[in-house]
């Protein structure tokens, strides 16, 4: 535990920073206790899911998965997050589960489907990264909406700007970052060639299930955006 607190120095520094200059340190501080609560919590969680052997658990907690990243992806629109949560929940249940549906039982070949060591994890990547696009996409649409830009150009816009972190992040690849997965392999005495075929489909999965939902949301949120705006 001594060891891990000195990981918090770097954090305090900013938090210091952030109240010498006046820029909310509180709710820097509010954000650091939630993280350490909430991994405290669903560590001994995840105990309990990879010793279970019930198909409904699994459900139930990717149920919940979707409707948490769907709600919180809104907070970039907040005004409008009761209207357009239909259409975010739709697009990341869509290009979530249709990617985690793939990657589990197309490349992994999960036996069972729900084998939850593989199946929490990579729903976690794929939601969280479906979660920050729709987001992105989300306040970037409403921002060019707001300038009376047409609906076709501004959506064009936010697809291309959701995606930015994310192509950037296929650039970096293997030159300025090894990502988590395959550095955690290489770490754990896993062969790079190995650890370099998972990250393969991580970096892919990420990609597609994110551009799918995002794609999907701009599109199932057009017609209650349009009568938002009439009104």
């Known amino acids: ?46 105990a309990y899911l990879f010793a279970s052997e019930q198909s409904w658990v699994i459900i139930i907690v990717l149920s919940v998965m979707v409707f948490a990243s769907s709600w919180i992806a809104l907070g970039t629109v907040s005004d409008q997050r009761r209207t357009l949560f239909k259409p975010a929940f739709g697009s990341i249940f869509l290009g979530g589960g249709i990617t985690l549906a793939l990657v589990s039982q197309g490349v992994l070949e ?62 970096a690849v293997g030159l300025v ?5 395959m550095t955690g392999q290489i770490l754990s005495g896993i062969s790079p060639l190995i650890a370099i075929r998972y990250q393969i489909m991580v970096m892919c999965m990420i990609f597609g299930s994110a551009g799918i939902a995002t794609a999907c949301f701009l599109t199932w949120a057009r017609p209650i955006l349009s009568r938002s705006k009439d009104t």
């Not at 650091?32 to 560590?43: A, T």
């Open 1 to 46: 535990m001594l060891n891990l607190a000195v990981g918090f120095v770097p954090a305090l520094a900013v938090i210091v920073i952030l109240f010498r200059w006046s820029l909310g340190a509180g709710n820097a501080l509010y954000a650091m206790s939630r993280m350490l609560v909430q991994l405290m919590i669903i560590g001994y969680f995840l």
């Open 110 to 171: 999960l036996d069972p489907w729900y084998r939850p060591q593989f199946m929490i994890p990579l729903a976690g990547m794929i939601f969280a990264n479906a979660m920050n696009s729709v987001s992105l996409a989300a306040e970037r649409l409403n921002a060019e909406l707001e300038r009376d830009v047409p609906y076709g150009e501004a959506r064009n816009i936010a697809f291309h700007a959701s995606l930015i972190p994310i192509i950037n992040s296929l650039f």
């Open 177 to 181: 970052s090894l990502p988590g997965m």
